[in-house]
Nanobody, 116 residues
Framework: QVQLVESGGGLVQPGGSLRLSCAAS????????MHWYRQAPGKERELVGR????????DYSDSVKGRFTISRDNGENMVYLQMNSLKPEDTAMYYC?????????WGKGTLVTVSS
């Protein structure tokens, strides 16, 4: 079973950038499609984007398309979320998710706050 730990969150000004990392252990993440989700205060968790097992395809929500990029390094068991042109509405807890055969595994999240 894979374990996931997110890092890289923090406070950033509007228009700034952050890079989130998701470190996996316990299994080879090459076995999993990987996703980033986020949950803003008082809102439901939403999918930010996904990346296929070997990184050949990605997909993003309309709200982040063109600003966020997901990548992965299966050799290092790492997944990344590069976030550019951040907006206050991007403020949320960001979660890494691994999915395989209908099973979902979650990290505990990292908080991103976009504010001046």
């Amino acid at each position: 079973q894979v374990q996931l730990v997110e890092s890289g969150g923090g406070l950033v000004q509007p228009g700034g950038s952050l890079r989130l990392s998701c470190a996996a252990s316990g299994d080879d993440i090459g076995n999993y499609a990987m996703h980033w989700y986020r949950q803003a205060p008082g809102k439901e968790r939403e999918l930010v984007g996904r990346i296929s097992r070997f990184g050949s395809s990605t997909d993003y929500s309309d709200s982040v398309k063109g600003r966020f990029t997901i990548s992965r390094d299966n050799g290092e068991n790492m997944v990344y979320l590069q976030m550019n042109s951040l907006k206050p509405e991007d403020t949320a807890m960001y979660y890494c998710n691994a999915e395989r055969w209908g099973q979902k595994y979650w990290g505990k999240g990292t908080l991103v706050t976009v504010s001046s």
